[in-house]
């Protein structure tokens, strides 16, 4: 594009011949006309690629992909065994149609971990303490928090980890 334009500047503006400006650029003067005569320069845009052989699939995709989202990380399904799902149940499409469509699909719900913490905790003299990141949704927009964990022990379990005898 830029090659172009600095082509036609120097033949309109500084009036420079095809032949020096093809010596110029090292191109063929073949070449040159051609830029100087068309009337708009191409211009590449990635389309939107088709999806013909995964879209039969979409339906069955997306509801996997919603059991999985219901289930425990370690659970779920990868985008290579969703796609070896896929296999079985008669898809001859490529890997990456269903990689692209579940990243997408991934994107467009973020992910919320349900936190539960509770407000009485049973009496006992020592306790247990944690922290961990969790994403939570405050006023409509997912967050990250830091989150602390304190449990006291039941008296029983404390003298147990203590090594003391019950």
Do not use: C
């Not at 594009?1 to 420079?16: D, P, Q, Y």
């Not at 389309?47 to 999985?68: C, F, I, N, S, V």
């Not at 296999?87 to 692209?100: F, N």
């Amino acid at each position: 594009m830029e090659t172009i334009a600095k082509i036609r500047r120097r033949h309109e503006v500084n009036g420079e011949s095809i032949s020096e400006i093809a010596r110029r650029f090292n191109l063929s003067r073949n070449t040159v006309r051609k830029y100087l005569n068309q009337s708009d320069p191409q211009r590449y845009q990635r389309r939107q690629q088709p999806k013909p052989q995964l879209g039969a699939y979409e339906d069955q995709l997306k509801t996997w992909l919603e059991q999985d989202s219901q289930r425990p990380k370690k659970q779920r399904r990868t985008a290579r065994r969703l796609f070896e799902d896929l296999q079985g149940a008669g898809y001859t499409g490529a890997y990456d149609s269903v990689q692209r469509f579940v990243k997408r699909w991934k994107q467009a719900r973020p992910a919320l971990t349900k936190a539960f913490v509770p407000l009485v905790f049973p009496a006992g003299d020592a306790a247990q303490f944690d922290w961990s990141h969790e994403q939570v949704e405050l006023g409509g927009v997912v967050q990250t928090i830091k989150l602390t964990h304190f449990r006291p022990l039941p008296a029983m379990e404390s003298e147990a980890k203590a090594g003391r005898p019950q």
